[in-house]
């Protein structure tokens, strides 16, 4: 089974099509990248600043998995990213608050299933 393969079967969520073109429509250049995701996860680091409520670094963090999210084809996580750093870029941390659990889930869903994928 190519890695394309493991990917549509563990994580269909993934646009493979759209991360492939981010990485200039180059598959092995994708694979890469998805190694760089997992290998960049910010999960303990991002826990640490919300719970902490260092929500410069949180905000950041937030941003960097909304960029690399995007890159790799998940779009849904990029979305969830997108309005949880929006909202505490506009002060609006119960926004986070609220919708953090669900977004660090779901982040934490998409390295373990592209773990498999690497594997």
């Not at 890159?71 to 750093?85: F, N, S, Y």
């Amino acid at each position: 089974m190519t890695f394309i393969e493991k990917i549509e079967s563990i994580l269909p969520e993934i646009d493979i099509e759209t991360g492939i073109m981010y990485c200039g429509d180059d598959e092995e250049l994708f694979e890469e990248v998805v190694g760089e995701f997992v290998e960049g996860e910010m999960t303990a680091s991002i826990e640490k600043n919300f719970k902490n409520q260092n929500w410069k670094d949180y905000q950041i963090e937030v941003h960097a998995v909304k960029g690399t999210s995007l890159t790799i084809g998940a779009q849904k996580l990029h979305e969830e990213a997108a309005d949880i750093e929006q909202s505490v870029k506009n002060g609006d941390v119960d926004f986070a608050m609220k919708h953090h659990r669900v977004f660090m889930e779901h982040y934490e869903d998409v390295l373990e299933g592209l773990k498999k994928c690497i594997e």
